[in-house]
C-alpha cells in the first residue's frame, strides 16, 4: 500500500513546517482577516479566479489561507501533519485510503471488522454492500478457492489505480486470466506485479433509463 513520508526524514520534516507553523501564527499581523492569502504552482483558470477576487498570492512555505497543489505534492508535504484551523487545502489528504480500488476495499473490511468487535452487528451487516473482492496477487489462493465455489459466475477485474475504465475486463474462466498473469510478469511474490482488485461482477445493477450509472 501506499505511504506518506515515513521514519527519521519524515518526522525532521513535520518537525520543521510545525515549527514554522507556529513562528507564522505568532508572527501574522493583525487586522487582515478580510485578505485571503493563496499559495499555488498552477496558472490556469484556478488562479485566475483567485486573482478577480483580489486574493493574495503568497510563496511562503506555511504562512497561507488556501494551497492549492497537485495530489503528489499535498500528499508528500500535508498528509501526517496538522494544518493551522484557518489554512485549506484542495485535496482530502489521505485521499488514496479511498480513492485507490485496494485501499478502498481494506478500509471498508476493517470499518466492518471494529463493528463486529463491538457487538454491533446490524451496523456491520450494512457494509456487506460491497461485492465479493480479493486483492490480486496477494489473494490469489483465496480468490480461487472462492471462485470453484460458484461456477460460471462472472467475475471483473480492475487495476488498483485505474481510471475510466482502462485494464478492466470480464472473465468467467481461470484459464481466461492465465494470459494476463503473463502479461504482467504475476507472480505472487512478486513485489513489482502490478495489483489489481478481482470482484464478484453484479449481473443485475440498478439501472437509471436501462444504463449504469455512478456517483461521485
Not at 25 to 48: L, W
Not at 70 to 75: A, C, S, V
Not at 186 to 194: F, G, L, V
Request: aromatic share 12%; with cysteine.
Amino acid at each position: 500500500a501506499e505511504g506518506g513520508s515515513n521514519g527519521g526524514d519524515g518526522t525532521a520534516a513535520r518537525g520543521r513546517w510545525n515549527a514554522l507553523a507556529e513562528n507564522s501564527r505568532q508572527r501574522r499581523p493583525k487586522g487582515v482577516e478580510g485578505t485571503v492569502r493563496f499559495r499555488t504552482s498552477f496558472h490556469n483558470v484556478v488562479y485566475d479566479v483567485f486573482r478577480a477576487r483580489a486574493w493574495k498570492e503568497t510563496d511562503s512555505d506555511v504562512d497561507w489561507d488556501v494551497c492549492w497543489a497537485d495530489t503528489g505534492w499535498i500528499r508528500e508535504n500535508f498528509d501526517n501533519i496538522r494544518l493551522n484551523e484557518h489554512q485549506r487545502i484542495n485535496h482530502f489528504r489521505n485521499h488514496y485510503e479511498l480513492t485507490r480500488k485496494d485501499s478502498m476495499i481494506k478500509n471498508l473490511k476493517r470499518a466492518q471488522r471494529a463493528l463486529q468487535r463491538e457487538g454491533l452487528d446490524e451496523e456491520a451487516a450494512k457494509y456487506d454492500f460491497s461485492p465479493t473482492t480479493y486483492v490480486l496477487p496477494a489473494d490469489y489462493g483465496l480468490f480461487v478457492e472462492e471462485f470453484k465455489n460458484h461456477v460460471g459466475a462472472f467475475w471483473i477485474m480492475k487495476p488498483i489505480g485505474g481510471a475510466q475504465g482502462k485494464g478492466i475486463f470480464l472473465f468467467n474462466k481461470l484459464s481466461q486470466i492465465a494470459d494476463w498473469k503473463k502479461d504482467h510478469r504475476w507472480k505472487s511474490d512478486n513485489p513489482q506485479a502490478e495489483a489489481y482488485v478481482v470482484q464478484r461482477y453484479i449481473e443485475n445493477p440498478m439501472l437509471i433509463g436501462g444504463k449504469k450509472f455512478d456517483l461521485r
